[in-house]
């Protein structure tokens, strides 16, 4: 099973319909800011499960932490922002802890990165839409296994 993980677009989504072709997963998430544009995944890609949670820019009054299940792996998936994640990752890894998660999945940051603490994988995808290198995650699941890799929003140019 795998997973496209996208965060912090805030409002560029020109670049999620080929960045989801590249990587053919089976589940897309969009980790907030803006939620709003997790409309044009659904759009685009209507048979792909989305889970998807609002960021510190969306007013929004959905809930702003989601645990769902990706094969045999429990995901816990939030932006980020309510757990001070710029500042620490303690709150963010105790909630998914006593959550059962095996993943974690958080933005806010802008800044890509993949973790192992305490037996669980955990990757922000850093920002799909801002920045000088946006990038999203790509993560496979196989059995209780996890590997997750940070890849640029636009392909690589074989001639550069």
Do not use: W
Not at 13 to 38: C, F, K, M, N
Not at 106 to 131: D, E, F, K, Q
Request: glycine share 8%.
């Amino acid at each position: 099973m795998r997973l496209a993980v996208f965060s912090d677009t805030h409002g560029r989504t020109e670049l999620l319909a080929g960045a989801v072709r590249r990587s053919q997963p089976d589940i897309l998430v969009h980790l907030g800011d803006y939620l709003r544009d997790s409309r044009v995944l659904s759009a685009a890609f209507p048979e792909l499960p989305l889970y998807a949670v609002p960021g510190n820019c969306d007013f929004s009054r959905e809930e702003d932490t989601l645990c769902f299940m990706a094969g045999e792996v429990r995901v816990f998936a939030t932006h980020g922002h309510r757990y001070f994640v710029k500042s620490t990752l303690d709150s963010l890894l105790n909630s998914a802890h006593f959550a059962g998660a095996g993943l974690v999945l958080y933005g806010h940051t802008h800044t890509a990165c993949i973790s192992y603490p305490a037996g669980m994988t955990v990757v922000n995808p850093g920002s799909a839409g801002l920045g000088p290198e946006p990038s999203f995650a790509v993560i496979d699941i196989r059995g209780s296994a996890v590997s997750a890799k940070i890849e640029p929003m636009l392909p690589k140019d074989p001639y550069i």
